[in-house]
Antibody
């Protein structure tokens, strides 16, 4: 059974930083593209970033490029999202997800990031 | 403003059929596979359809997907009250080099 467990969310002040982690199990992590998708409270899904199996390719929502960095550690079956210069509009539930066959196949339960003073 | 356009809401009676549209462009739907997701209240999204019209194991055949040109459609037959949820389409946008989702459609089963 695929399991994706996010951690690292919480309350952070505007301008601050946060690093999200996702522990993956139940599939071959090193053979899977992985993504982060976020959902602001009461709003729709927004794709954030994804990363190739070996980490050699990374793609970002254009408005986040330069502030957010996606990375992975296949030895630890873990996905990360480093978020810097956080803004109120970054407040959302952040989902870790496994990509497969041009779709987001599996989702974590999400971790809430709140940017507020 | 989402790259993919969905109706904000649709409704139908139990047992009836409903369709949800997703409109895009040649850089996304027109040249990439479309997927559909169901999000029940308070839960993570769940994959319903991938590669335009394929269902993952465990998804009932009441759910179907199709694509024509730069638009895609999710169909749900035999509506049940448990189908009340938000539905999202998604695909890759080759011009943006980014994933994109529709704004979501809230399904109400009257």
């Amino acid at each position: 059974e695929v399991q994706l467990v996010e951690s690292g969310g919480g309350l952070v002040q505007p301008g601050g930083s946060l690093r999200l982690s996702c522990a993956a199990s139940g599939f071959t992590f090193s053979s899977s593209w992985m993504s982060w998708v976020r959902q602001p409270p009461g709003k729709g899904l927004e794709w954030v970033a994804n990363i190739k199996e070996d980490g050699s390719e990374k793609y970002y929502l254009d408005s986040l490029r330069g502030r957010f960095t996606i990375s992975r550690d296949s030895a630890k079956n873990s996905l990360f999202l480093q978020m810097n210069s956080l803004r109120a509009e970054d407040t959302a539930v952040y989902y870790c997800a496994r990509d497969h066959m041009a779709a987001v196949w599996d989702w974590g339960q999400g971790t809430l990031v709140t940017v507020s003073s | 403003q989402s790259v993919l356009t969905q109706p904000p809401s649709v409704s139908a009676a139990p047992g009836q059929r409903v369709t949800i549209s997703c409109s895009g462009s040649s850089s996304n739907i027109g040249n990439n596979f479309v997927s559909w997701y169901q999000q029940l209240p308070g839960t993570a999204p769940k994959l319903l359809i991938y590669e335009n019209n394929k269902r993952p194991s465990g998804i009932p055949d009441r759910f179907s997907g199709s694509k024509s040109g730069t638009s895609a459609t999710l169909g749900i037959t035999g509506l049940q009250t448990g189908d009340e949820a938000d539905y999202y389409c998604g695909t890759w946008d080759s011009s943006l080099s980014a994933g994109v989702f529709g704004g979501g459609t809230k399904l109400t089963v009257l």
